[in-house]
């Protein structure tokens, strides 16, 4: 199943890369020089060019951030799904503590014990 899996991510690893070296050759202007595409935030302010990125540039930037954005927001939920599981193992291990402690009580064999019945008639 791993190897299956490992194929498949290899295919469409290759794809990918296939699909931006068309992309880069698709996107030209007239004189022969690639598209930029400004984005906002990024081009303007950083010490990229200012006419802006290629195309394939702005593809794999926004692809790894998303990539990025995904990986925080999954790591921040298996640390609140772990902290929970350590909160229940705990709560479960103070019930069976004292299920324990229930459970090894001696009984009190000293308990008189009195029946109501007073007259053999009654019986």
Do not use: H
């Not at 990918?16 to 081009?43: A, C, R, W």
């Not at 692809?63 to 229940?88: M, P, R």
């Amino acid at each position: 199943m791993k190897l299956l899996k490992y194929v498949l991510f290899i295919v469409i690893l290759i794809f990918s890369v296939k699909f931006i070296m068309e992309l880069d050759t698709l996107n030209v202007m007239d004189d022969g020089s690639s598209i930029k595409i400004k984005l906002p935030y990024i081009t303007s302010e950083s010490g990229l060019d200012s006419e802006g990125m290629k195309v394939w540039q702005a593809v794999i930037l926004t692809l790894s951030l998303g990539v990025f954005i995904g990986f925080i927001i999954a790591l921040i939920q298996i640390i609140s799904q772990k902290s929970e599981i350590i909160s229940l193992k705990s709560n479960l291990r103070k019930s069976q503590n004292e299920l324990d402690n229930l459970r090894n009580q001696t009984l009190d064999e000293d308990i008189p014990l009195f029946d109501e019945i007073t007259d053999e008639e009654d019986i």
